[in-house]
Every structure is written in C-alpha cells, then in structure tokens.
C-alpha cells in the first residue's frame, strides 16, 4: 500500500476519513473531461433529468491511471455522476423510501408525491453495499464545490453496520431498540461537504446514502478499494437477502 492510499484511507474499518487530494482532483477531473460525452440521464422528475452518470468500470485508460497513482490494482472507478437540484426529488430521497428494513417511510411525503412521475435513485436510500468484499472501502471525490444542501455524502455516525441474527436467521442492521424508531432524516448521521478535491472514504458495508442537491449542483467520481489490512476488515455476518444465505466471511 502506497502513501497515497494510505493517506486517504481511515485508520479501520468502522472509521472514516475526509481529506483533500489536489494531485487526485487532477487525475480526476481528466477523467471526467473524457467521459462527459458518455453521460447519459438516468433519473427524472416530472419529465426533468436530475442525475446524469457514466459507468466507467470498463475504461481501462482510467482505471490504470487510477491504480499507478494508488499503487493497488483493487482500485476500481464505478461511475462519475452529475447531480442538479430539485427540490421534489431532494425530498422524496430524504424521507420517502430505504433499502434496509427498521426504517420508518414518512407517509405524507408519499402522499405529497403522490402527483410527481419521479424515477428512483436507489443510492440515495439509506443502505449497505451487502455485495462487495468485507475489506472493501468507498472513495468519493468531489470534483465541485459541495456546500449544505448541494449534496453531500451522508454516513450513520455513529457507525451502524449489518449483523446477523441467529434467532430470526436474518441479517439485521437495527436492534430491537431502535428497529422502525427512526425516519431516514433520524438516524444518527453526519453529511460531509468540501471543496473540489474532497475525497470521502469510508467502509462498503457501513449504513451511509447520498444526497441529492436542493441547490446547485454536485459532479463526483466514486471508486471501490480493497484493502490488505486486518484492521479495515468488517467482521463477518450472513447475507440472507440472498437465496441461498451467502456468508461474506469467505470473500
């Protein structure tokens, strides 16, 4: 693991870190400048495109630059994103709907909403990222100014992360104190904002969405690594959405 990457990445698994990276804005917003083409509209309110992405898992141009800088080849670019404000869809993904049970749904907002043809962005409902390896981290980057409101990266904070349930067989993110106790704006959390160049990272597996500006704007680029290190491995747990139950102990 090179400096770079030690740099940005938390000091384990249950931690996060927010740092600022101006060599990775650079390399960044290079990547970006070649992909812009490729965005393509992927979410919509009322007939208006507020989320914008291109899916750069295949660009093997950015992904090696990407794994020379960071010196791991278990680096992988996902996507870059371009978000643009709407106070509907802002609403409706704060309180209207979760990927994870024991999260109450705020029913006037569906009520509210009941007239608005809006598509889901599913990252912006509260969740883990079950299908990815027990050592694997989020990196986002902020490639614009993100200010309160322009859509921030949101973690539950303190951490809340999956565990398996033997006497139930399923695989729990609250207990039975605070199982449905809690809307989605209710959840112990904390939205981190910053200037291009911000760089988030915090482990896949830990409760966290994104947001989605109420004003202005948001152009990210997010990418998945995986870490060597003992201490960023999350402890293991059994995935029971999956038929059969999958346990991440193995990957």
Known sequence: ??????????????????????????????????????????????????RSVAELFKDNISNEKIQDYFGNSKVMISQAEHHFANPISSKYHLLGDNRVSGIKKDIMVWEELENH???????????????????NFS????????DKDMGGTILSDPP?????????????????DT?????????????????AGTV???????????SLPSRGYRKTISMRVQSPLEEHR??????????????????
């Open 200 to 210: 988030v990272a915090f482990h896949s597996h830990r409760l966290h969405r994104a």
């Open 117 to 135: 043809t809006l598509d889901h962005y599913i990252s912006s409902f509260w969740h883990c990222d079950f299908g990815l390896p027990l050592n």
């Open 1 to 50: 693991m090179n400096n770079n990457l030690k740099r940005i990445l938390p000091k384990d698994w249950k931690s996060y870190i927010v740092s600022y990276d101006k060599d990775l804005l650079k390399i960044c917003q290079d990547i970006w400048e070649r992909n812009e083409d490729n965005l393509t509209a992927r979410c919509e309110v009322d007939g208006f495109v507020y």
């Open 160 to 176: 809340i992360v999956p565990t398996y349930d033997e006497k139930t067989k399923e695989t729990t993110i609250f207990d039975d």
């Open 139 to 146: 990196l986002v980057v902020y490639l614009s100014d993100v």
């Open 234 to 251: 999350a402890n293991p747990y059994v995935y029971s959405n999956c038929k059969p139950h999958r346990t991440l102990e193995s990957l």
């Open 179 to 195: 199982y449905n106790k809690w809307n989605s704006e209710e959840i112990p959390q904390i939205e981190i904002t910053g200037p």
